[in-house]
């Protein structure tokens, strides 16, 4: 018996009482349709039957920080994102927005069990102002935005 997603062969296994089973983690984030294949013997035909497998994306959480707060007008500030998952170290990008204006993107800092990324900025401004900043990360497959 072979189990397959797509042409992918995922596991090939011996049939025992006419049964044939496996078990994995590793399924991409999706609606994935997998086969199962019988190639037949002497006595017997080939065939084969399909499940739509619907592999939901791991959850995370995402902490935004920043430092020094509050701060001054020209003072360089520096926000941290960490992004932690209880399904792995998420991977990926992260951009640090005010509004719908992008202040930067930040470089990953692998920390396990998450990640970390930094942007310092440098802000001009005359009058002292409080400052909102959002982090959006762009997540891998396997990980819910």
Same mark, same amino acid.
């Given at each position: 018996?072979?189990? !397959? &997603?797509?042409?992918?062969?995922?596991?090939?296994?011996?049939?025992?009482?006419?049964?044939?089973?496996?078990?994995?983690?590793?399924?991409?984030?999706?609606?994935?349709?997998?086969?199962?294949?019988?190639?037949?013997?002497?006595?017997?035909?080939?065939?084969?039957?399909?499940?739509? &497998?619907?592999?939901? !994306?791991?959850?995370?959480?995402?902490?935004?920080?920043?430092s020094p707060?509050?701060?001054?007008?020209?003072? @360089?500030?520096?926000?941290?994102?960490?992004?932690?998952?209880?399904?792995?170290?998420?991977?990926?990008?992260?951009?640090? !927005? &005010?509004?719908?204006?992008?202040?930067?993107?930040?470089?990953?800092?692998?920390?396990?069990?998450?990640?970390?990324?930094?942007?310092?900025?440098?802000?001009?401004? @005359?009058?002292?102002?409080?400052?909102?900043?959002?982090?959006?990360?762009?997540?891998?497959?396997?990980?819910?935005?």
């Amino acid at each position: 018996m072979t189990f !397959k &997603q797509g042409s992918t062969v995922l596991r090939t296994g011996a049939l025992s009482g006419g049964v044939a089973s496996f078990s994995t983690s590793s399924l991409n984030a999706g609606t994935l349709t997998i086969t199962a294949v019988y190639p037949g013997d002497a006595a017997l035909a080939t065939s084969s039957g399909t499940v739509k &497998q619907t592999v939901k !994306k791991a959850t995370t959480a995402t902490t935004l920080t920043s430092s020094p707060n509050p701060s001054s007008a020209g003072q @360089t500030v520096t926000f941290t994102s960490v992004v932690s998952s209880s399904a792995g170290t998420p991977g990926g990008t992260v951009t640090f !927005k &005010q509004g719908t204006t992008t202040l930067g993107a930040g470089r990953w800092i692998r920390r396990e069990p998450r990640l970390s990324a930094h942007l310092r900025s440098r802000w001009v401004r @005359t009058k002292s102002w409080r400052h909102t900043a959002g982090a959006r990360i762009m997540r891998r497959a396997n990980h819910r935005p």
